[in-house]
């Protein structure tokens, strides 16, 4: 009998850049909104989808051998010690970017700053981090668990502040909210549990698994550019092109010419090729990336 690993994917605001991620990183998903078992074109692996709340909790205790999640919810479940962090996993692109979760009140409170929490009613989902937070602050308030609106609860009165998780911002000033405060940040994370990390195969697996997730993550955001560039014309082409490391650079049929490939940031791409033009370079040729892998 083939041995299994069981991975857990996040249902919710991470779904989507989760199964695009393993995508590009040459795993096909295919989820049923019926079920909490996805598919997954590897027959070693077993997927469950599960909130990126209940992750940690489930991984610590080995109902999952690892999983996909949010730092945020890490903290949240007192595991951080308990646990094995894989990877992280972290780029804007594919919705996988650094968010903090903070502390915001109404626009013309006259709540300035934490201290003035003291006796004051706070809802967040980041009920034992907001706590910890504000003991450490040495602040009481009232905490409560929201199940979610957070945003409208200020607003309308049913609580004083709100710890919520943003990003940009404009969630929270379109609804008229400011911050104070910031409570904590947060990335997402690829994590095990620590009896399947000491597995040889189930870590084999997972080092894996974080290779081919890096390497997709690394390639957002890039192109390859390849050229034609006569060995006349190189120094003055390599003068131009900011290479992650130094272009591979191939010698032609035609002694007199060499093949120049490279790797660059996608929004440098339509500034480069026509300076590379004028500066002697033929037959460029710009490709998507999948993996960059180191």
């Not at 692996?45 to 945020?72: F, K």
């Not at 009613?121 to 199940?147: C, G, H, I, P, Q």
């Not at 404009?170 to 104070?180: C, D, G």
């Not at 040889?200 to 390639?219: D, H, Q, T, V, Y």
Request: aromatic share 6%; with cysteine; glycine share 6%.
């Amino acid at each position: 009998m083939n041995q299994k690993m069981k991975l857990g994917i996040p249902k919710g605001s991470l779904q989507q850049a989760t199964v695009s991620l393993f995508k590009k990183a040459g795993f096909n998903i295919s989820i049923n909104e019926r079920s909490y078992v996805p598919s997954i074109d590897d027959s070693d692996l077993e997927l469950y989808l599960l909130r990126a709340q209940e992750m940690p909790e489930y991984v610590y205790e080995g109902a999952l051998d690892c999983g996909i999640t949010g730092e945020d919810w890490v903290k949240e479940r007192g595991v951080s010690d308990k646990i094995k962090v894989v990877t992280d996993l972290v780029y804007a692109k594919q919705g996988l970017s650094h968010v903090r979760w903070v502390v915001a009140v109404p626009e013309d409170s006259a709540i300035k700053n934490v201290n003035d929490l003291n006796g004051k009613r706070v809802a967040t989902e980041l009920l034992n981090v907001t706590k910890d937070y504000l003991r450490k602050k040495k602040v009481k308030a009232d905490v409560d668990f929201s199940w979610g609106a957070t945003e409208v609860k200020v607003r309308v009165g049913l609580a004083d502040a709100i710890v919520e998780l943003t990003e940009t911002g404009s969630s929270l000033r379109a609804n008229r909210l400011k911050e104070i405060a910031t409570v904590c940040e947060s990335k997402t994370q690829f994590i095990s549990n620590k009896d399947a990390w000491t597995d040889k195969w189930k870590k084999a697996k997972m080092e894996n698994i974080s290779l081919l997730l890096n390497g997709a993550l690394l390639a957002e955001g890039k192109v390859g550019l390849k050229m034609n560039v006569a060995k006349k014309d190189l120094k003055k082409i390599l003068n131009i092109l900011p290479a992650m490391k130094n272009p591979t650079i191939s010698e032609l049929s035609n002694k007199d010419w060499c093949d120049v490939d490279t790797i660059v940031d996608e929004s440098l791409a339509k500034k480069l090729i026509p300076n590379l033009k004028k500066a002697g370079a033929q037959g460029i040729i710009e490709y998507p990336l999948n993996k960059v892998i180191y």
